[in-house]
């Protein structure tokens, strides 16, 4: 048996490929307690579902909260969420979660309500209530998350956009080149397999295999296994000539993917957030170049494309503002 309290406190959670985070959410959006930790996906879906467990209940106990104190738990996880199921379907940055009843695990854990949202969705929803989209009249809205992989949420009409099952929302694996590079999905050419983290990465990797000269190696500590998108971006940052024409790649095709965007859903706003966006005007200028090159007039004269307020944060608070969402009446899909 679960129960939902009508509380000014939810549990939300934030799962990704690298990361997660297990937060305590006021419904105005204060963090009342948080902890971070490595997802450590390739250990296998069993090993992160039980350190996510022992995170929430952790968490739970350190502040003393009682489940009538709770409007919820709310998990805003990486993949294709099937939300009216509870299920994550997929997930091609988490392997191992293949059908697993994520909601119903952590209900009967807990014994509180739990909602599964994907987590690009959960992002659009937390800027849209609070960060970017909440200082203005904006009604249309398209998140984008860069980092590991690469997924988007959508606010039409002041609604969070979630399909017929929750799935809605998928920006990452719209098929930006047809030969590309095969992506985590099983796909070719996907966004996300030539702009995300792990793409950045993979091509800085091959670069160095091929002998281009670079610092890149150096700044990863000699290792060519741990060069990582954060490392090309230091690199690039310094003038590193191969790493700043890695990075020009991936903003390219993230232009070609934005522009599309642009012209499907005309938004006011398009906001880009995750990991990929701390490195700025690196990879955002030379993106929002090639997006204004290929939009149409209208959609483009329209739109602001502008940096999440919340880089680490927006998919926890999303997570939260969908609880109490629930209790309002709930989100419009």
Same mark, same amino acid.
């Given at each position: ?7 000014? &406190? ?21 963090? %009342? ?15 992160? &579902? ?37 299920? %994550? ?9 293949s059908r697993i009843r994520l909601r119903d695990i952590i209900a009967h854990e807990f014994g509180v309500t739990c909602y599964v949202i994907n987590d ?19 009604e249309n809205l398209i998140y984008l998350t860069v980092s590991t992989g690469i997924g988007g949420g959508m606010i039409i009409r002041g609604q969070l ?43 800085? *990797? ?47 095709? &993230? ?14 706003? *398009?906001?880009?957030?995750?990991? &990929? ?12 170049? %090639? ?43």
């Amino acid at each position: 048996m679960t129960c939902s309290g009508k509380g000014d &406190l939810a549990v939300a959670v934030d799962l990704g490929g690298t990361k997660m985070s297990v937060a305590l959410v006021r419904s105005d959006g204060r963090i %009342v307690s948080q902890r971070r930790c490595l997802t450590n996906s390739d250990e296998g879906a069993k090993a992160v &579902l039980g350190r996510l467990l022992l995170i929430i209940s952790d968490m739970l106990s350190r502040v003393k909260s009682t489940k009538s104190e709770l409007a919820g738990i709310a998990v805003a996880c990486a993949g294709v969420i099937d939300m009216n199921k509870g299920i %994550v379907t997929e997930s091609p940055n988490l392997p191992g979660f293949s059908r697993i009843r994520l909601r119903d695990i952590i209900a009967h854990e807990f014994g509180v309500t739990c909602y599964v949202i994907n987590d690009a969705s959960a992002a659009a929803l937390g800027e849209y209530e609070f960060g970017a989209g909440a200082r203005g009249r904006v009604e249309n809205l398209i998140y984008l998350t860069v980092s590991t992989g690469i997924g988007g949420g959508m606010i039409i009409r002041g609604q969070l956009y979630l399909g017929s099952d929750g799935s809605a929302g998928e920006i990452g694996h719209m098929i930006i080149k047809a030969d590309g590079p095969l992506c985590k999905c099983g796909r070719r050419g996907c966004l996300e397999s030539l702009a995300a983290g792990w793409a950045v990465a993979r091509d800085a *990797v091959e670069c160095l295999k091929k002998g281009e000269e670079s610092s890149i190696l150096q700044l990863a500590g000699g290792k060519i296994e741990h060069v990582t998108a954060a490392v090309v971006s230091a690199a690039a940052k310094q003038g590193d000539i191969l790493a700043q024409k890695v990075i020009r790649s991936a903003a390219g095709y &993230l232009g070609i993917g934005l522009a599309n965007i642009i012209n499907v859903f005309n938004p006011q706003l *398009v906001v880009i957030g995750g990991g &990929l966006a701390k490195m700025g005007n690196l990879l955002l200028e030379p993106a929002c170049k %090639v997006a204004e090159a290929l939009a149409f007039s209208l959609p483009g004269k329209s739109v602001r494309v502008v940096r999440a307020r919340f880089i680490a944060n927006a998919g926890i608070l999303g997570a939260a503002a969908y609880v109490f969402s629930q209790l309002r009446g709930g989100v419009k899909g």
